[in-house]
């Protein structure tokens, strides 16, 4: 009988209105997310945190109950991965663990209760399904860093990304097909659906982040998958933070642009796979009063895949798959960025 971890990577959230200003912290120290030397990093995590604690994120975060449920619901996802792994096994026990990047429980944690249990494999795998070195990366190194300080020596399999995963996508596609006709059977009018995902600045992009690429291939997937026969869909970016150029359109433009049109939306966040402040708040509250504001017809939110047995059976999938390669690749085992993307997890 043999043990193999799976660690489920997520970004985190605070868990109580006193943690708030400590994550933001973190989040802004990241090299990974404000790329200057730590100095300036030191400087401008505090002076951003300081400002959005009072402002954006105090009142994001409170509509909430000054928390974020981000942990549970990644804890929810593992404990059903972990059934699933398990089930019928008689050769490999599956452990799942629930890893944070920027609040508990983060690496060093996480790593020492890996140790403790002592597994013959490991597998890495993130909860964003789309690259991007301002998630996956700055998780795998954090990791890293935390097996180093320990000496955890176990052989270690990395999954860097899974955007077209059939799981994944079709349990999107599942969601969003209820969504969709649920408002066009209240409404008597197909919609728009908008995909939206965090969004990025420009030149972390240009400096060969695939996350864009992948972003809108997601979305391609999944509007395909729906079957819907002329399907109206766009991309658009949510939660621009500071005063770069950040990649568009953004959600906002989506909007206004659907009013000009005069046709209601379903907006899907295909970059999230569960619910946590940037969709029941930003989406569900703060841009359903922005459509109100600009007189799009309607405004309806599709669940994030979060538990849904097709995207939990996908993951499953995928770890079930990796036998003992020790190498960082996507759930496909080879590359699937196209060669000019120099940041992607396999460069």
């Not at 990644?74 to 026990?93: D, H, I, K, M, P």
């Not at 000496?151 to 349990?171: H, K």
């Not at 939990?312 to 000019?340: F, N, Q």
């Amino acid at each position: 009988m043999t043990k193999t971890a799976v660690i489920l990577f997520n970004l985190g959230g605070p868990d109580s209105k006193e943690s708030i200003y400590p994550f933001l912290i973190n989040f802004f120290m990241d090299k990974n997310i404000i790329r200057a030397p730590y100095p300036v990093r030191y400087l401008v995590s505090r002076l951003i945190a300081s400002r959005r604690t009072k402002r954006e994120a105090g009142d994001s975060y409170g509509e909430l109950g000054d928390k974020s449920p981000l942990l549970e619901n990644s804890l929810r996802q593992a404990r059903a991965l972990e059934q699933n792994l398990n089930e019928g096994q008689t050769r490999t026990v599956y452990k799942t663990f629930v890893c944070m990047r920027y609040w508990h429980p983060m690496a060093p944690e996480i790593v020492g209760q890996v140790k403790t249990w002592n597994p013959d494999h490991i597998i890495l795998l993130p909860l964003y399904p789309q690259y991007s070195t301002t998630t996956t990366r700055s998780s795998f190194q954090t990791w890293d860093d935390a097996c180093d300080d320990i000496d955890l020596l176990i052989p270690t399999s990395t999954i860097c990304c899974y955007p077209f995963d059939n799981g994944f996508i079709s349990a999107s596609a599942d969601n969003v097909k209820k969504i969709y006709g649920q408002a066009q059977a209240e409404t008597g009018q197909p919609p728009r659906v908008l995909f939206s995902a965090h969004g990025l600045p420009e030149d972390i992009i240009r400096d060969g982040d695939p996350y864009q690429w992948q972003c809108e291939e997601t979305a391609r997937r999944i509007a395909q998958k729906t079957g819907l026969e002329n399907l109206d869909w766009q991309i658009c970016y949510q939660s621009r933070v500071g005063p770069k150029k950040w990649i568009g359109p953004s959600t906002e433009e989506a909007l206004e642009k659907a009013a000009h049109d005069q046709v209601g939306v379903v907006i899907l966040p295909h970059a999230f796979t569960q619910e946590h402040v940037e969709t029941l708040v930003e989406i569900e509250i703060e841009y359903r009063e922005k459509a109100h504001e600009l007189n799009v017809p309607f405004f309806y939110r599709v669940p994030t895949v979060s538990d849904h047995s097709l995207f939990i059976e996908g993951l499953a999938d995928i770890v079930r798959a990796e036998g003992y390669r020790t190498w960082t690749a996507p759930d496909t085992g080879k590359r699937l960025c196209p060669s000019g993307f120099c940041r992607c997890g396999m460069a």
